[in-house]
């Protein structure tokens, strides 16, 4: 089979914390680990220094209403009133602790630095994937199966949404074990995308949706969408093609 312009970039996502919103970027440049200072830090109970987990404790599911972007290399964390802080600030740990309701941190994941030594790093709940990619067509598809209106590609988080032909199935499993080219990148389709409890809960502008994960768990075996490696490392931008190469 010959390749195949499967789609075109309509987002590029970045999320320097864990469970936050992200930031939406127009290009960025892919390498092995994906996206520089995606993931890289997360919200903890301030004395256990359990990582947030949204999907299975209510008490983290504040955690969708705030944001997080990269700025000079350190995340900064936008509260629902429109202010931002740099993790590092003196106030971070109280905003954080009055959102929540209990004493809440930011941490890195990983070692600790230099740079901050008295930061004890999280360890990661999960091993994170360079790259998510999902498709509009899936989300469409999805939508029909739930009979309501468009499904935001933000209950999912993906690294890059394709605009792709809407179609009567999940599209990205076809394309499992080949590489896709997008920009002067090469990703490697590695795995489905297990979803969980994220994909339902409230956030800005979007009610809480159980039937959202019911609804993949029926049709598409709890999976939508596909985690990628990089094989050649290179830029992408908002509009480039993707195509897939015959496997």
């Known amino acids: 089979m010959p390749a195949q312009t499967a789609g075109t970039i309509a987002e590029i996502w970045r999320y320097p914390i864990s469970s936050l919103g992200g930031e939406l970027l127009t290009s960025i440049e892919l390498s092995e680990t994906g996206i520089a200072g995606d993931r890289g830090w997360c919200l903890t109970e301030a004395h256990s220094l359990q990582p947030a ?19 000079r290399d350190l ?4 509260f629902p009133d429109g202010s931002w802080l740099t993790v590092d600030a003196a106030a971070m740990r109280t905003r954080l602790s009055e959102h929540f309701g209990f004493d809440v941190v930011a941490r890195p994941y990983g070692e600790a630095t230099d740079d901050s030594p008295d930061l004890a790093p999280a360890v990661n709940r999960y091993e994170p994937s360079p790259v998510h990619l999902v498709t509009t067509g899936t989300l469409v598809h999805l939508s029909s199966l739930l009979g309501t209106g468009d499904v ?3 209950r999912f988080r993906p690294t890059v949404l394709l605009q792709t032909t809407p179609g009567a199935q999940f599209e990205e499993p076809s394309w499992m074990g080949k590489p896709i080219r997008m920009g002067s990148a090469v990703l490697q389709v590695s795995e489905e995308a297990k979803r969980c409890g994220m994909t339902l809960i409230a956030q800005p502008g979007l009610e809480e949706q159980p039937e959202i994960l019911r609804t993949i768990l029926r049709h598409n075996r709890r999976n939508l969408g596909i985690y990628c490696t990089v094989t050649v490392d290179g830029a992408i931008s908002i509009g480039d093609p993707a195509v897939v190469e015959a496997g």
């Open 53 to 71: 987990a949204p999907e299975k404790e209510p008490r983290w599911r504040p955690a969708l209403f705030l944001q997080a972007r990269l700025q």
């Open 75 to 78: 995340p900064e964390i936008g």
């Open 152 to 154: 935001s590609s933000r």
